[in-house]
């Protein structure tokens, strides 16, 4: 159908992205490859002028043998998991409710979308200093008000506080998604199991939860991109310390903190190669999509 | 009867979803109205929601004594920057690949978005290096290409969801009359391309102005946005409660504007079309 003429005008066309994009990636990422293979600590004297020590895998060696690695495994573990929990649980009732007929519907929705127009950097430094502060936050208030002592929420229980600021961040996002989902549920087939006599929650469970299934999937992958590269948020509250030293955030330190460039890089390739296996999973339920 | 039940179950459903959404919205909302108040009365005990002594005296302080419109500007030329260049680069893109498809527009698609989930921190380093290296550290028109950057699969993604709706055969009626390419684009496309359009570029402005690694990483004093400005508030000294409110108010108001216009458009561009 096309002529040969606008298809060699399309491929021009699409010049320009393509090659930006295979520059952004292949540049930095080549870079990062090489410096790994490197002894590259520029505090020590180190330079690319002068040219670097190769020392083969031993800053991937060392970089999962230090004993900070596991510990932030596990932190990255915590707090993705645990915000995945909370905003796909909470975020599917949520759906479900807005999805109901009630009075302010409009508003309410507005309300529950706010947090995620927020920049990180404000809502955990609101988080951080109007909730949780031990003494004049809204927490402690509360608190103290039902008698109880208040909790020093950034160092006693740090990990639970970020899951809590990042849950709020994106529990947003997942109830969009689930409700857009929800609203192109046939009601036709709700209506009929319902005068059928089937009781709520064996609707939910047999006719709701299964049309929300790709919806859900795709909520997953989506927030576990975003979530395993969360940082301002960490950067504005604990600084990585009481344990809240996630991945990425090890990364950063070993290249900007101590200068390690070499180890920080081998440390980048460790995040990028996990970022794609969870990316090729999201590919393939996008593509899938595409060829409808 | 039926009639009376369903009233009720909508009065709790009403009680309950507000309840929520009240509770979801309060930080926000506290943060507004801490911003009214004193430093002294910000931190009372018990907290303040009302009788307070209403005054606009720390927005003024904010300015002062940081300057906070240069970093208002400095985030609206970026956002806005960078989504202006996205938008011309990825225009012709998605047009090309919505209209005249071929074998490998599907891969070139999923290979665009790949780039998206490369993790920032992987690659630090390197673009520090080459910030360094041609004098961009610290400039708008620096901040300005890294989010564009990251941004354009989005950008191209949605502008390919929006172009794919539009009906092929208008096109093939506009060839049939002997309009060129040029006069094709001009006066049939764009048109009906201006919705999408502009839909994605109200989402490319909120990504922009909410991103919070590159701003923090690629600045100092000159060209640093109001993410990075927000951020010198996480090591205070003394009463600060009711400056860091009315800093954040500020900084959060355009967009909490913008994003509440682009509910719909949010689903589409964060998921790559994949909802609707």
Do not use: C
Not at chain 1, 192 to 213: C, K, Q, T, Y
Not at chain 2, 98 to 124: E, H, N, Q, Y
Request: net charge positive; no cysteine; proline share 5%.
């Amino acid at each position: 159908m096309a002529t040969r003429h606008s298809r060699s005008a399309a491929r021009l066309m699409m010049a320009p992205a393509v090659i930006l994009l295979l520059g952004w990636m292949l540049v930095p990422l080549t870079m990062t490859v090489y410096f790994s293979f490197k002894r590259y600590l520029p505090m020590r004297g180190d330079s690319l002028e002068r040219g670097l020590d190769w020392v083969g895998f031993e800053n991937y060696v060392r970089f999962i043998s230090s004993s900070s690695f596991w510990p932030s495994v596990q932190a990255t573990l915590l707090i993705v998991g645990g915000v995945l929990v909370i905003t796909v649980i909470l975020g599917i009732l949520l759906a479900i409710l807005l999805d109901q007929p009630f009075w302010g519907q409009g508003v309410v929705r507005i309300l529950v979308i706010a947090p995620f127009f927020v920049m990180p950097t404000v809502s955990a430094l609101v988080w951080k200093n109007m909730m949780m502060d031990p003494v004049n936050g809204m927490f402690a208030h509360l608190w103290r008000f039902f008698g109880a002592e208040p909790v020093s929420w950034m160092s006693d229980a740090s990990v639970q506080s970020i899951i809590l600021i990042v849950s709020w961040q994106w529990l947003p996002f997942a109830t969009l998604i689930l409700l857009t989902a929800i609203q192109s549920l046939d009601s036709e087939q709700l209506e009929a199991s319902e005068m059928d006599g089937a009781p709520v929650l064996a609707r939910f469970w047999f006719i709701v939860l299964p049309h929300l299934g790709r919806a859900i999937t795709i909520v997953i992958l989506i927030q576990t991109i975003f979530l395993l590269s969360i940082f301002a948020e960490i950067f504005v509250t604990t600084g990585g310390s009481f344990g809240t030293r996630t991945l990425t955030y090890l990364i950063f330190q070993r290249v900007v903190d101590s200068q390690n460039i070499g180890l920080g890089s081998a440390g980048g390739v460790y995040a990028i190669i996990l970022a794609n296996i969870i990316a090729l999973f999201l590919m393939r339920i996008v593509g899938k999509n595409l060829d409808r | 009867m039926a009639r009376a039940v369903s009233t009720r179950r909508k009065i709790i459903t009403t009680a309950v979803a507000w309840a929520i959404g009240l509770t979801i919205f309060f930080p926000i909302f506290w943060t507004i109205l801490t911003s009214f108040k004193t430093e002294a009365q910000a931190i009372n005990n018990p907290p303040l929601f009302w009788g307070f002594d209403f005054t606009l005296e720390n927005y003024a302080v904010v300015q002062e004594r940081s300057d906070y419109m240069r970093f208002l500007w400095n985030s609206v030329i970026i956002a806005g920057g960078s989504t202006f260049l996205g938008i011309l680069v990825a225009v012709p893109a998605a047009w090309s690949m919505a209209f005249v498809p071929s074998r490998r527009t599907k891969d070139i698609l999923l290979w665009m978005l790949s780039t998206k989930m490369l993790p920032a921190v992987g690659v630090l380093y390197p673009i520090s290096l080459i910030f360094v290296q041609f004098n961009l550290l610290d400039t708008r028109i620096g901040l300005t290409l890294v989010l564009m950057l990251i941004n354009l699969p989005i950008i191209v993604w949605m502008l390919y969801t929006y172009f794919r709706e539009i009906p092929i055969d208008i096109l093939e009626a506009a060839r049939m009359d002997g309009a060129g390419l040029r006069q094709e684009i001009l006066y049939v496309l764009t048109p009906m391309a201006i919705p999408g359009i502009a839909s994605t570029v109200l989402l490319n402005i909120i990504l922009a102005w909410n991103e919070a690694f590159w701003t923090l990483n690629l600045t100092a004093a000159s060209a640093a946005p109001l993410t990075a400005f927000i951020a010198s508030y996480s090591s205070p000294e003394g009463l600060f409660y009711a400056k860091l409110s009315a800093a954040s108010t500020m900084a959060i108001a355009p967009i909490l504007i913008l994003g509440w216009f682009s509910q719909k458009q949010l689903v589409r561009g964060l998921t790559f079309g994949a909802v609707k």
